[in-house]
């Protein structure tokens, strides 16, 4: 079975900061994928990053970068020089492989807000 | 990026009636695409997985005689509640999987009364 562990039910970082968000996940599958959405309350889920279970780098993206610690199972989202506009509700999720390859299973949700 | 196109985004029904939604891959052919049901402030719980011509995988504890899915093309999957309560009101979302991706709707916020 596969799980995601978000333990961070709400965060808080200043304007310009940077804020690291996590995410720890098992699985048994050797080959996986690990994503990062952002949720605004509008609910549209907005692609982030993507991170391969064999990449060798982490994953960046603009102000978005992924720590994939395999070995810890982590992959926490670092998000640099913070925006008002990052407040949102932010999920980590896994793909599963196998005839289910696609399904995504995702963690609880971490609630950012952004201070001026 | 891909688009993925769900309708209607918003719908208030009665109880005991039934609503349709629909999941459309715009720009690429989806053979599978999933639904999600999201409660506030809650994580996506997947309900099940459409897969075009043959019939949908449902997750455990999703009856699949309340929640009818059929995705009878490479571009739509429709999702079906039926005789609708005021429980099942949520945010109901979809995927298209376009090889390794996983690409979403905007979402459906369901409201029975």
């Known amino acids: 079975a596969q799980k995601i562990t978000q333990t961070q039910p709400g965060m808080f970082v200043q304007e310009k900061e940077a804020v690291t968000l996590d995410c720890t996940y098992d699985?048994?599958?050797?080959?996986?994928?690990l994503f990062w959405y952002k949720q605004p309350s509008s609910g549209e889920m907005i692609f982030l990053i993507y991170q391969g279970s064999y990449d060798q780098q982490n994953a960046t993206e603009g102000r978005y970068s992924l720590n994939f610690q395999k070995a810890r199972k982590s992959a926490n989202l670092v998000i640099s020089a913070s925006q008002l506009g990052d407040s949102a509700m932010y999920f980590c999720?896994?793909?599963?492989?196998?005839?289910?390859?696609?399904?995504?299973?995702f963690g609880q949700g971490t609630i950012l807000t952004v201070h001026p | 990026g891909a688009v993925v196109s769900q309708h209607p985004s918003r719908v208030i029904c009665k109880s005991g009636t039934s609503v349709k939604i629909e999941c459309r891959s715009l720009?690429?052919?989806?053979?599978?695409m999933f639904w999600y049901r999201q409660f506030p402030k809650q994580s996506l719980m997947l309900m099940a997985t459409s897969n075009e011509g043959s019939k949908a995988t449902y997750e455990q504890g999703v009856e699949k005689d309340k929640f009818l899915i059929n995705h009878a093309s490479l571009t739509l999957s429709t999702l079906t509640v039926t005789s609708a309560h005021p429980e099942d009101s949520s945010f109901y979302i979809c995927s298209a999987r376009r090889t390794s991706e996983a690409f979403f709707g905007q979402g459906t916020r369901l409201t029975v009364v």
């Open positions: 699985t048994s599958d050797p080959s996986y994928g």
């Open positions: 999720a896994m793909r599963s492989g196998g005839t289910s390859y696609g399904k995504l299973t």
């Open positions: 720009d690429f052919q989806a053979t599978t």
